[in-house]
């Protein structure tokens, strides 16, 4: 902005321009020229792929990406708030920001920016589906603003540059062609100021649409053969949004933030379009200023040393918005025809080079009324001189007063009264000679109006003849039309007949083919049953075959192999006779020898045996004797420790249960003292977000009281400063008039600073009510915070006393529990000194029977000895005479065993060698089966071409025809009914007799008519689309008949010069009206 100093949260690494692009569908003159699609778009992957080669070649392709990517399906909401609601929330936030729309003419640049009004208005302009850009940003603003409910004051200007020169389209005055200058800003290098640029407050939504319509009506348009509504200037809409906010110190700061909407002019190929003399010149400068902007994105982007800002307005005017401090978005639109695949990759490139220009976005700087006012002196002096002119002509007027009685006048007021009252004079003469004129001209009109009245007898009287001949024409074209109607009828009934024949004719034939298919179809399928079963039963029979060989065979060979089996038994039982005879005979032997040893051995043994249970009997009765004495020791030491542990344990036991149960007591008492701290715990929570509340509440009231009382004090200001106004208007009327007026002035005056000062007594009301509500307030926290600490105080010395007897609980627990303690050490001491006794004397009587147990023990274990050497010599001798004897029967055995072992190896060969046969036989067996039962036998598979089971529907009566005479009575039936129903409905005026028939024949056309638009149904489009179609109405425009006239006349003659080329009879119009 040029009159704010943006200093504050800099973005030091900058922000790429985002960059959208938006694809139209196809329109009217494309669809015609027979034209295919090149772009495709994908909004997901934010891509446009375009087709640079023919519609075969599916290798030329070239792909942008992009920030966003619309496609022509996308409605007018997706893109504003994909593109514009971040922006205008950056806005409020106290950003410059800027958006335009770039693009080839015709591709929907103003229809993005702008939009058009629904067919028949049947939605508001803020509540159309397709309004543009312009029309939802400056709703969605105020709905922002009134929302936040801070003080917000909006200002807009709509500036258009035609032919390098800048207009403003929202100027009061008519002309339309007062240029605009362009000076650089002093305070900002990037911005510049319009000298003359008109910025109009709009104070709610419902003044935006007569502002943007009356602003977009000046606007320079023109019908080309590629856009029936071409802009021929770019535009820039500026918005700038002050909004007031209040610091925690009371001070008063402004906000500001400006959005600007720039609707640029489309790029255009002359020969193409058809421009010609003026049309032609205006698309060379518009070309000339895109191609300068294209330079200055292309020396953005490679960093050049000079940036040809200056080559033209519209570059100068965006300087900020390229490469400053602005946040700007490109919307981008092409068309997806292949006509205009160049200019679509112009923009394209255009577009994607853009992307990488680097802005440092910067917020604006909050200023206070003071620093507001110094910035902007060029008002402040304005101001100045027309309130220094205003008193110096007082001042002049009072002199004049002050020197004579009576009404005085300055010389100058008094001329210039001179001067009206001339002018004055001349005027009342002129329109003194415009009544003569217009008498004049009523004469006239008289003399007219009789001549006209006698014409008019004399063509009533031809007319009445004329009408009688017209009566009897429509009779007879009444009985004729009669007929007509009737034959009409007739043949309309008998073209209903019959096609209710053909109809029913071609359902009975329909039934006889779909019976015939069902017959064919189960023909085949009993064929196909009949073929299976004739090859199952060949194959069963050579399967029995089969298997009648394989039994045989198996009968046979188990035959063999029993014959082989009971041979090899038959030996099995010779050999095991031999070896069981061979056997018996060295077992008597052995037997004989064994039992001599054994004889031998035994009386040895009785000897021994003997001796050595005499010394066991000594031995017992010794260990009975140690048994006894042990076990009453064993008594009386048990008696002893039962009494030790029953009269000295069990006391300190006692005692130790019972300072168990007094620390569970006092466990008890903790735990219901930390139920009382978590109970006082809550309660303080309680209080201090009770106290936190009561003031934020406090704090809330005081800040809407005084902001209440400071929008009084501004409301009073206001009244004070035009109430001083009032008294200037009042002084200079006065003066004009009689000087005896001036008394009532005064009194005027000072009733009306009585007013202002009771107004400002009574807003000390107020600060005394506030004032005592917050001292009330706060006595109450006061109060509130002094017992919550009372109660506190209380039941934190009633926690200590607690915490204190339980500690002085636990503490006489402790010593107690000490004292049974010692008590119990001293008695398990003594009695282990008694137990270290028993265990001494026990050891010694133990090492006595021991050592007696010992010497008995060498005698019985030397005895022992000898006994066993004198069984082992006779064993022995005994072993050597059976081993003798045995081994001639073990070499006999050893070599029948052997004859025994090769049989057996032999014999489990062959049996080995029948097992596997027989298992061969059986796999070949079940293969044979199971090749059988699969392969062999066949199924009968559904093929799915059997009917089923259904009931064939066909008419079972025909429609007869009716005869003529039956068709006549029908009809006349019918027309006397309508006639009723005619005759009921409608009264007819005086002298509508001669109508009737008119009126008769229109309502016949009008029946045709509604059939014939009955039977075509046109599709609905959606909303959206930028299709263009007759019917549609622009957005902010009502156009006249006149206006309609001469466009449809302009269309008619664009056709006849150009024949070949097709153009739109009539394109959407945009947001503003033709300008011609």
């Known amino acids: 902005m040029s009159n704010q100093i943006p200093v504050t949260k800099k973005d030091e690494k900058g922000r790429n321009i985002q960059v959208v692009v938006r694809c139209r569908p196809f329109n009217g003159v494309e669809r015609k020229s027979n034209s295919h699609g090149v772009v495709e778009c994908d909004s997901n992957r934010k891509e446009v792929t375009v087709r640079t080669g023919s519609v075969a070649d599916k290798t030329s392709r070239k792909t942008y990406t992009f920030d966003m990517v619309f496609g022509p399906s996308a409605k007018q909401i997706d893109v504003y708030r994909s593109v514009v609601c971040p922006i205008l929330d950056e806005v409020i936030m106290g950003y410059n920001c800027t958006i335009f729309a770039y693009g080839q003419t015709g591709t929907g640049k103003t229809f993005t920016m702008e939009g058009e009004r629904s067919p028949n208005e049947e939605f508001t302009w803020e509540e159309d589906p397709l309004a543009g850009i312009i029309p939802r940003t400056l709703h969605q603003i105020f709905e922002k603003l009134t929302t936040n409910g801070t003080e917000f004051s909006v200002k807009v200007s709509l500036l258009e540059i035609y032919n390098e020169e800048l207009f403003d389209l929202l100027s009061p005055s008519p002309d339309v062609t007062e240029r605009l200058q362009l000076f650089d800003d002093p305070r900002n290098k990037r911005a510049v100021i319009v000298k003359g640029l008109e910025e109009i407050t709009v104070h709610n939504k419902n003044e935006v649409y007569q502002i943007l319509e009356r602003g977009a009506a000046k606007r320079k348009t023109a019908s080309t053969l590629m856009n029936a509504y071409s802009s021929r200037s770019h535009s820039v809409f500026s918005v700038t949004i002050h909004m007031k906010e209040i610091t925690l110190e009371g001070e008063e700061l402004v906000k500001i933030g400006k959005l600007n909407l720039v609707d640029l002019a489309g790029s255009e190929n002359i020969g193409r379009s058809g421009a010609v003399d003026k049309r032609a010149r205006e698309a060379g400068n518009i070309n000339q200023s895109l191609l300068t902007l294209g330079r200055v994105i292309t020396a953005l982007v490679e960093r050049g040393p000079h940036v040809p800002y200056r ?256 041979a090899m038994l038959d030996h099995y039982r010779h050999a095991m006779a031999e070896l069981l005879g061979g056997t018996g005979r060295v077992f008597e032997e052995a037997v004989g020898s064994v039992l001599g040893s054994y004889s031998a051995v035994r009386e040895a043994v009785e000897e021994g045996v003997d001796s050595c249970k005499a010394k066991l009997l000594q031995q017992d009765e010794l260990t009975k004797g140690s048994r006894d004495a042990m076990l009453q020791m064993l008594d009386e030491h048990k008696l002893h420790l039962e009494d030790v542990l029953i009269a000295k344990a069990m006391p300190a036991i006692g005692s130790i249960t019972a300072v168990n149960e007094g620390l569970k007591q006092t466990l008890q008492k903790y735990n219901a003292l930390a139920g009382q701290m978590e109970g006082m715990k809550a309660e303080m929570t309680a209080f201090f977000n009770g106290h936190v509340e009561a003031m934020t509440s406090m704090r809330e009231t005081a800040v809407h009281g005084f902001n209440s009382l400071q929008a009084e004090h501004s409301k009073l200001k206001e009244q004070i400063k035009l109430a001083a106004h009032q008294h200037q208007t009042r002084v200079a009327q006065l003066l004009r008039c009689v000087q005896d007026q001036m008394n009532l002035l005064a009194l005027d005056t000072q009733s009306d600073f009585k007013g202002l000062l009771e107004a400002s007594d009574a807003q000390e009301a107020p600060m005394e009510t506030l004032k005592n509500t917050i001292q009330s307030q706060c006595t109450v926290a006061e109060q509130e915070s002094s017992s919550v600490g009372a109660r506190l105080s209380s039941c934190t010395d009633g926690v200590m006393k607690d915490m204190s007897g339980v500690i002085e609980e636990g503490r006489t627990a402790l010593e107690e529990s000490a004292g049974y303690c010692g008590l119990l050490q001293s008695s398990l001491e003594s009695l282990a000194d008694s137990s270290l006794q028993w265990c001494h004397a026990a050891r010694d009587l133990t090492e006595r029977r021991a050592e007696e147990q010992l010497t008995l023990a060498e005698e019985s274990k030397s005895t022992v000895q000898e006994l066993l050497k004198r069984v082992e010599e006779r064993g022995q001798a005994a072993v050597e005479e059976c081993r003798t004897r045995l081994s001639p029967v073990q070499q006999e055995m050893e070599g029948l065993l052997k004859g025994v072992e090769a049989q057996t190896c032999e014999d489990q060969a062959n049996l080995q060698q029948h097992r596997e046969e027989l298992s061969a036989l059986n796999t070949q067996t079940l293969n044979t089966v199971n090749n059988f039962l699969r392969n062999e036998l066949q199924q009968d598979l559904p093929t799915g071409t059997t009917p089923k089971r259904k009931e064939y529907m066909y008419p079972r009566v025909l429609i007869t025809l009716k005869g003529r005479t039956e068709l006549e009575d029908e009809f006349k039936a019918q027309q006397e009914q309508l006639t009723s129903a005619f005759d009921q409905c409608v009264v007819l005026p005086e002298g509508g007799e001669e109508e009737k028939p008119e009126d008769q024949d229109s309502l016949e056309d009008e029946v045709c008519s509604s059939s014939d638009s009955n039977s075509t149904q046109q599709s609905i489009l959606e909303e959206n689309l930028m299709c263009y179609e007759e019917g549609r109405v622009p957005f902010f425009k009502k156009k006249s008949k006149k206006e309609n006239l001469s466009n449809k006349s302009l269309n008619r003659s664009k056709v006849a010069e150009n024949e070949s080329l097709v153009t739109p009879p009539r394109s959407r119009l945009p947001l503003r009206s033709q300008n011609q």
């Open 311 to 566: 080559e033209s307005k519209l570059t100068r005017i965006l300087q900020d918005s390229l490469g400053g401090r602005t946040k700007t978005s490109i919307i981008a639109t092409v068309s997806p025809a292949s006509i205009n695949l160049e200019e679509t990759l112009s923009t394209l490139d255009y577009a994607n080079r853009a992307k990488n220009i680097m802005n440092k976005p910067e917020v604006n700087q909050k200023l206070t009324k003071r620093t507001l006012i110094k910035a902007s002196p060029i008002i402040n002096v304005c101001f100045l001189c027309e309130y220094t002119e205003e008193i110096e002509r007082l001042k002049r007027d009072l002199a004049a007063t002050r020197e004579k009685h009576g009404v005085y006048l300055s010389a100058e007021n008094y001329e210039s009264m001179n001067s009206k009252l001339v002018s004055q004079e001349e005027q009342i003469t002129e329109y003194t000679e415009r009544i003569a004129a217009v008498e004049e001209e009523l004469k006239r009109a008289m003399e007219l109006f009789t001549d006209s009245k006698q014409k008019l007898e004399e063509y009533s009287e031809d007319l009445q003849d004329k009408s009688q001949k017209l009566e009897e024409a429509h009779k007879d074209l009444k009985e004729t039309r009669h007929r007509l109607t009737q034959e009409e009828f007739i043949t309309t009934q008998l073209q209903t007949t019959e096609s209710q024949l053909y109809n029913t004719a071609g359902q009975l034939l329909s039934t006889v083919e779909v019976s015939t298919a069902d017959v064919g179809g189960l023909h085949a399928k009993l064929q196909r049953v009949q073929a299976v079963e004739q090859h199952n039963s060949t194959a069963q029979s050579h399967f029995a075959q089969c298997m009648e060989q394989t039994c045989s065979s198996m009968q046979s060979a188990l035959q063999q192999h029993s014959l082989k089996h009971t």
